[in-house]
């Protein structure tokens, strides 16, 4: 499925920088938006055509946006702090939803986007947040992330990988070593937010793959142990890092159901 050409690439101004976004729906009609937070290398065109597909599913508004770094949005400056995430949730992502005027809604989350989600679902983040899901999210390092991303980190210098990043990313050395270094750095080796899950109660959709190169099923283990909202955990089996590209219908399904529970 290729994605609706009518849908336009829209930028806003946070703090005298671009954030690019496209937005699915019409956000006069009051239905509940769910908020698309992409992957540590991700941007509003790396997603595709999934962003489509689950306003068609779900029948509700979508936005997506590329945070500073990635995409066509403004460059950061490097290095990113450790703590960037928390940044993002706890100060860019409120921007972006007053800023459009946003009432009810759900964050979707992936790796990345997922941690950033999980930090935006604590109750001084949360006012009209209706619910939360949660694609491969992490909470603390795991050795199999730091592989995982030694590995693409040469893939990145020494294979093809930048060339094919370069087409979801005008800077595409901004986005990438702004990711890497970070996680590589050893002062992320003990980074860890599992203290905001016990905060959260708001509802929670959580989805793992097996074969998880970034992350293992302990990811959402501890989300399980220590949340006290209602959750619901879904553990995909022969499925890597993403998902939304390798069990495209099964996740849908899982999202749809989740959001019409809710609305």
């Known amino acids: ?10 930028f806003l101004k946070i703090d005298n920088k671009n954030i690019e976004y496209q937005f699915f729906g019409n956000l006069s009609n009051n239905m509940p938006v769910l908020i698309l937070l992409h992957e540590g290398l991700g941007s509003v065109s790396m997603w595709r055509h999934i962003p489509e597909l689950i306003h068609l599913k779900t029948k509700l508004n979508v936005l997506v946006y590329s945070r500073f770094g990635y995409g066509k949005s403004s460059n950061i400056e490097l290095p990113r702090p450790t703590n960037y995430m928390s940044i993002e949730a706890d100060q860019y992502l409120p921007k972006i939803i007053k800023y459009l005027s946003i009432k009810n809604y759900f964050l979707v989350g992936h ?22 899901i949660l694609i ?4 603390f390092v795991e050795q199999e992330s730091i592989n995982a991303i030694k590995e693409i980190t040469y893939q990145y210098e020494h294979k093809n990988l930048k060339s094919k990043l370069e087409r979801f990313h005008s800077d595409v050395d901004n986005a990438f070593w702004g990711w890497s270094n970070v996680w590589l750095s050893p002062d992320f080796k003990n980074w860890n937010i599992s203290k905001y899950l016990t905060q959260i109660r708001k509802p929670i959709l959580a989805l793992q793959g097996t074969n998880d190169p970034y992350g293992t099923i302990n990811q959402i283990n501890i989300l399980e142990e220590k949340v006290n909202g209602p959750f619901d955990k879904v553990v995909i089996k022969d499925c890597g890092h993403n998902p939304f590209i390798e069990y495209t219908d099964k996740t849908m399904e899982h999202i749809n159901s989740f959001v019409t529970k809710l609305v």
Do not use: C, R, W, Y
């Not at 990345?112 to 209706?130: M, W």
């Not at 491969?136 to 909470?139: D, L, Q, S």
């Open 1 to 10: 499925m290729k994605q609706n050409s009518n849908i336009k690439t829209k």
């Open 111 to 132: 790796s990345d986007g997922g941690t950033i989600a999980t930090i935006g679902s604590v109750p001084k983040n949360s006012e009209n947040l209706i619910g939360t």
């Open 136 to 139: 491969a999210p992490h909470f």
